[in-house]
């Protein structure tokens, strides 16, 4: 799931309708299950893709110091000169690996995992809250009725 899907569902599940209080009460429980695995599981894709996001560094520390094999660079479908040629100082091998298109796209995919996990964190409390909205709104239509 993206997050783009993430906040469509939320916009759905957020809304509390007029005059149907009781439902929305009755429906926080499904909905705090709901979204409780959702987190429960992407926090687990976070983990998984910051241990893939460190092996990946690893692997391109010694593919970019010049000690993987050529077997192994095969393997992963990389070119075998990774500079195209350059001399490159070694206190520069690391603005070259940052840059790498395979460490940018692990590290975006693990940025959004971490956006999603903290967005579904924050929908977690907003339902942990929905009964004090719930009575908010009913003392506030009290307040308006003059009761």
Same mark, same amino acid.
């Given at each position: ?10 916009e759905q599940d ?19 299950? !709901?979204?409780?695995?959702? &987190?429960? @599981? =992407? *926090?687990?894709?976070?983990?998984? #893709?910051?241990?893939?996001? +460190?092996? %990946? ?47 940018? !796209?692990?590290?975006?995919? &693990?940025? @959004? =995992? *971490?956006?999603?996990?903290?967005? #579904?964190?924050?929908?977690? +409390?907003? %339902? ?20």
């Open positions: 799931m993206n997050y783009d899907e993430l906040f469509e569902m939320w957020s809304v509390i309708e007029m005059n149907r209080y009781e439902d929305a009460s009755i429906n926080g429980a499904r909905l705090h299950a !709901k979204y409780l695995r959702l &987190y429960s @599981e =992407a *926090k687990m894709v976070r983990k998984k #893709l910051d241990a893939d996001f +460190d092996v %990946l560094v690893r692997d391109k520390k010694i593919y970019f110091d010049g000690k993987m094999s050529n077997e192994e660079i095969r393997e992963r479908g990389w070119k075998f000169d990774p500079f195209d040629g350059l001399k490159v100082l070694k206190s520069d091998v690391d603005k070259f690996m940052k840059a790498d298109p395979d460490v940018v !796209k692990a590290e975006l995919a &693990y940025e @959004e =995992a *971490k956006i999603i996990e903290e967005a #579904l964190k924050e929908m977690m +409390d907003a %339902l942990k809250w929905r009964y004090q909205t719930i009575r908010n709104i009913l003392e506030w239509r009290k307040f308006e009725a003059g009761v």
